[in-house]
DNA sequence: ATAACATATGATGTTTTTATCACTTGATGA
DNA sequence: TCATCAAGTGATAAAAACATCATATGTTAT
């Protein structure tokens, strides 16, 4: 298969953003949730939101369903899900000298 | 686990950048290499390619041996390699639209 | 048809990231 | 011990990414 550094680029770009990483982990634990329900949740800003959801769209990062005014969003389960698991345990092995002092310690598992 | 987001941002935010990318795709078809044949092989400057690697090194992305004058690097094999294929093979799925034209024509397999 | 609500889009000033420059450190051999 | 080669470091100007603002689109209810 052929490398396309773009693509890769995009991809790991949109999860380097700390709040599109908190989206993310948002959606892994609270499964589908819709525009406003994500705002209330991290307290973001509406604009920002929507712009954030997009490129995690344009990534296949999560999934979009419309019901009447709303958009609901999902984590792409299929892929990321397992993906974020795999570097879970990646950070857990090799990035723990990086952990800031306040998880490091109560961080049980 | 306790999702450290500084941490998330610090290991994805190593492979969002082209240069960095270029890198670890050598390592991973290459094995390990010094800097100095990195250079060559990218045509990238010493410094940013030192830059770069210690950046890869702290996020656990690839080992460092020293060798008389020569640092030789390679990637995580247990744990990035796997890694970068599960993505491979999500961008083949949910990432085919965002992809290059040039690329998208011969990209066999 | 219009108001109200939910979400999306485009432009832009600001912050963050990056490559490069000048220099340092460390190792080998003369 | 001095010169040379290999690699690392810190500062900074330039480039890229970002949040925010103003506004647009789409949907439901009145």
Redesign the interface.
Known sequence: ?????????????S????NR??IV?LLREQGELNVSQICELTTFEQTMVSHNLKRLE????VHKRSEGKHRFYSI?KE??A??MK??????????EH???KE?KN????
């Open positions: 298969m052929k490398h396309d550094i773009a693509t890769y680029q995009l991809f790991f770009g999860l380097a953003n700390p990483l908190k982990n344009t990534c296949g990062m792409n892929s990321i397992p993906l795999l570097i879970d345990t990646h950070m857990h092995k090799y990035c990086v952990l800031s998880n109560h961080c049980n598992k």
